[in-house]
C-alpha cells in the first residue's frame, strides 16, 4: 500500500530519474564531454592580440634620407634647431599603428612585397632576407614578417621637396590583395609626407586630442577575438544543451513513458517542473565549467553573468519544452529544433562585429542574453548598465518558457 | 548484386522524400543559407572603415569620398547623432563640414577641422580616414602636390568575403543532403521495421545500402553544384567542378551510410551529427577567416574535398591541380566504404537477435 | 451530470458514461460496475471504446457526460488519492528502456512514495528475477510485457485496469500472466480488463462486458451468456464405410431426442460430444460483427 507522497518528493523522484536517463545515454554524455573539451581548445587556439598596425617597408632607410637631407638643408642654410629636428625625424611618430621595416636595397623590397623573397626578424631584431625559391633554408628562430606594401623613396626625396622641386616621384609597392583603402591611405600619407617636408602647414586647424577620440579610447588595448568569443562560447553551450534536453522530452513524449508517469500520483506539473529543473540544471553546470575552463569571470562581473547565464538556461529550456513537444517523431523534432535555434543565434555574430546591431537582430530573443554577456565579460558592464537588456530577457525568458510548457503540456494531455 | 534491385530502392526513396522534413529542409536549406549569409552577413566579415560625415555646405570632400572604394561612409544630418554614432562605435571617424568649409580653405581661413575618431576604432582604421581626409583638405586647398605617388600592385586581388564563405554553403549542401538525407533515412527505415521488410525479399543489404549512399551521392551533387551557381562559382571549367563535386558528394555520403548504419536509433544518429559538426564543417571555417593557420584546416577529413572545389569551382583553377586531394578524398571514401559494410554484417545480426 | 446512485461497496461504479473524439462518439452511455476481487472482461474489437473506457477511469481523459467512480472517488475531480491506489497496464509498452526493470520499478514505486518496494519480488512474480538488472531494452516482447504487468502492481493496488494485457503473446507467458491477474484478483484488487482474446475472456474473467461501437450490448458471466444466447448441440462422428461423417444435432427441438436416440444406437457411431457456444460466436450473434473486426 502506498503512503501518501509531497509534491517535492514526487519531483525529486522524477529528478532521479532524468538523470539516469541523461547519464545512460552515452551519445549525450560523449557529446557534452567534445563540447568542453573542443571549446575551450578552440578558444585557446584563437588569437589573444589584435594587430591593429599597418605595417610597411620603406627603402632607403629612414637614416639615409636623413643624410642626404641634412646636406641639402646645410647648403640651403638651415638653422641647427632645423637640422636637429631633422636628426629625430620619426616616420611613425605622427601616425600611431604604423610600423616601418627598412630596406637599403629598392629592388630586394619590391622582391618582399612581391612575395619572391621573405622577410625574416630575428631575435635580436635583425632583418633576414631568405629566397626560398634558390632553395634559401629559412632561418632559425626567427619569425616570418609579412610585408604587403613597400614605400621606395628617391634618396634625395626630403632635400628635393623641401627645396620645391618638380617631378619628386614616389613608388608604392603593394599586394593586389591589399585594400584599396588602404592603398589610398599609403599615397595620401606619402604626400602629406611631402607636404610637410615642403614646409606647407595645413590648411586647418585640428582640436585638442581630447576631443577628438570619443568613447573609451582603446588604442593598444583592443578587444581580441579571444575576449569576443568568450560570451559566445558560453551562449554555444546554453542553447547546444537545448538539443539534448528537447531529445529528451521527445523521447518520452514518442514513448508514452510520461502517460505511465501520470497515472500514478505524479501530476503534468510536477512532470513540467521536473523536466525544468533539469534542463536548467545542465544547462548551467556545463556553462559553469565552460566559465571555469575558459575564464571571464572578474570581481566585478561575476553575479551579472551567473545570472543572466541562468537566465538563458531557462529560456532555453523552455524552448526545449517547446521543441520537445513538437514533431511526430524524432526527425520531426529535430526540423523544428533548428528552425527555432538558428534564429536564436544570429546575435552571437553581432558578438565579432564592430558596433551596434541591426534593429531587427535586437528583436530576437536570445539578443539580451548575449548583450549582457559581452556587456558584462568584454565591457565591464555594470548592473545598472545591463538593467535595460535583463528586463527584456526577463520578457523573453517568461513568453519562451510559457509558450513551452503549455506546448508540453498540451501534448501530454493529448497522448 | 543486382542494379535493378538497387534502382527499384532508389526510386522508391526518391519518391517519397518530399514526404519527409529532413528531405525538405536538405533541398531549402542551401537556397536559404545563400541567402541569408550574402545579404546579412556577407558585407560584415570584411569591415571596411566606416567614416560618418555631416555635410551642411555639399563639399567636395563628401563627393571625393563618395567616389571611392574601400571606405564605407554614411551621411548624416545632425552632428550630434554623428558624435552619438561615434562613440558607439557604429563609425570608426566622423567628419562635420560646416557651411562654407570648402571656401574657408581656400581663402586660407584655417577652419577647425571637426574630425572625430571611435576610441574602440583599430589604429590602422585610424590612419586610414585621417590621412585621406587630410588629403582631400590638401586637394581643397588647390595647387600642385609636390610628388606623383605611384601604385604598383602585385599579383591578384583578395577575395571578398562572399566568395570567401562558398566553402562554408556547399558544406552544408554536402553534409546535409549528402551525410544527413541517407543516414536518418538508413535509421527511419530501421525504426519503422521497412529495413528488415525489405531484407526478407530478394533484395540484398549491399544493394539497400548502394541505393542509399546513390541518394546522398545524387542530392548532395545537385546541391552543391545548385549552391555553386547561386554564389557564381560555376565557370568555364564546369565539367572539373562537376567531378570534385561528385567526389566530395561520394564521401559525404558515405559517411551518411556510415552513420546511418552505426546508429541504433534517430536519436543516437542526430546525436552522431551533432557531435561530429564542428569537427565536419571546421575546414570550411578557415575560407572565411584566411588569417587563421590554415595547416590546421588540413587535418579535418573534409578539408579534402572542400579544398579541390575551392581551388577549382572558386579559384578556376584545372583538376590536375588537386589531383592527390581528390586521390586522398577517394581513399577515405572506400576506407568508409568498408567500414560501413563490416558495420552492416553487425547491423543485420542485431536485427535479426531482435 | 447524472444523479450517482448508492456505490454498492464497488470498486468501479459507471453511470452513463460518455466521451467523443472530435465528432467521433467513442463511448456512448455505458453503465458497469466492479466490485472487490472482481475481474470484468471488456470484450470487444478494435475500435469499440475500451481502452477510452479506461483512459477515463484512470483520469487521462475527462468524460464528457455520466458519472464514473473509482472506489467512491469521481474520477473528474482529478483526485491524487486515486492514482496512489491504482495500478494500470497500457496496450502501448512505456517503459524505460535504457533504465534496468528494477530501477523502472523502483522509480515508480518512488512515485507512490513506497521507500522499499521490494522490486525483486515483484519481479519474481513474473519470473524476470534473473534480469532485474538488465536494461529493459534487452528484453524480448514477452519480458517487456512482464514488466508492464510488474509496474501495475508495484503499489499493491485496490483497482487493476488492464488494457490488452497478453496482445500477442505465446501461449506460455500468456498464461503466466493470466495466472498473476488471478492471484491480484484473489487478494482482493478489482480487476478491469481490456482484450479482444475471446479465450482469455472466457478463462479469465468472472463476469464479460460485450462492448461494440461504444454500447455495451451484453454483460454476464461467461456461463450465463452462453446459455443464454448460445444453443444447446452435439456433434456425432459416424462411420460411412472408409470415411466419417460429422453431423451436429440440435437438442432443442422437435424430433431432437428421438433422432439422438437413433443416432446412440448406431453400430456405425464413433463419438458424441456437447457443443457449446464460444463467446466469438455470442458476440456476432449479437453484434454482427467478429472480435478481430
Redesign the interface.
Known sequence: MSRPISRPAIIGALLKKELTAYSRDFIYLGLTLVVLIMFPVLFHILPDSVDETITIAVSPPVEVLVADARDAFIAMGATEEQLAQLDELDLTEAEEGLLLVEFEDKEQMARVVEGTLEAWETEAGDLVLSDTEAGDEKPKDAERVNLDIGIAFPASFIADVAASKSGVSVTVYSDAHVPAEIQGAMRSFVRELAYQFAGRELPVDFPEEEAVVLGQDRLGDQVTLRERMRPMILFMILLMETFSMASLISTEVLQRTVTAVLVTPAKVGDFLAAKTIFGTFMSMSQALIMLALIGGLTAQNWSLVLVVLLMGAIMFTGVALFVGSAGKDFMGQLFYAMLFTVPLLIPTFSVLLPGSVASWVRVLPSYPIVDVLVGSMVYGATWAESWGSLAYAAVWLVVLYVAGLMALKRKVETL | MSLSRMWKVLKKDLALGPR???FL?AIVLPFALTLIMQVA?GS?FD????LGIVDEGDSEITASIEG????ELTLLDDAEEL?A????????AGLVLGVGFDDA?RS?E???????????????N???LS??T??L??E??GGE???????????????PISVRLVPLLVFYALVIAGLFVPG?NIV?EKEQGTLMAMLVTPVKTAEVLLAKWLLGVILATILAVVTLALNGAVGPNWPHVVIVVIVAAMLSAMLGVVAGVFAK????M???V??TG?FLFAPALFYIFPEWPQW?AKIFPLYWIINPIWQVSVMGESISTVWGEIAVAIAITAALGALAWTLARRMQAQMAGQ | MREVTATNGAAIQVEGLRYAYGDLEAVRGIDFDVQPGEILGFLGPNGAGKSTTIKMLTGQLTPKAGVARVLGIDVSTDDPELQARIGVCFEEKNLYLNMSGKENLEFFASLFGIKDPDAEGVLRRVGLADRAKDRVKTYSKGMRQRMMISRAFINKPDVLFLDEPTDGLDPVTSAAIRKTIREEADRGAAVLLTTHDMFEADELSDRVAFINEGEIVALDTAENLKLKYGTRSVKVRLREGDSVRVETLPLDGDGSSAKLAELAASPDLLTIHTEEATLEQIFIQLTGRGLEG
Not at chain 2, 47 to 50: D, N, T, V
Not at chain 2, 111 to 120: K, N
Not at chain 2, 145 to 159: K, M, S, Y
Not at chain 2, 265 to 268: N, P, W
Open positions: 519527409s522534413p529532413i529542409w552577413f560584415l569591415p571596411e572603415p566606416r571611392m572604394e574601400g571606405i558624435k554614432q561615434v562613440e558607439a562605435n557604429d563609425l570608426d580653405v586660407g584655417k577652419p577647425t577641422l571637426e574630425f572625430y575618431i571611435s576610441g574602440e576604432s583599430y589604429a590602422s585610424r590612419i586610414i590621412v585621406t587630410i588629403d583638405v590638401r581643397l586647398e602636390a609636390p610628388v606623383t605617388v605611384d601604385i604598383v600592385n602585385f599579383g591578384r586581388a583578395g577575395l536518418s527511419e536509433d534517430s536519436s543516437i542526430f546525436g552522431i551533432k557531435g564542428i590546421i
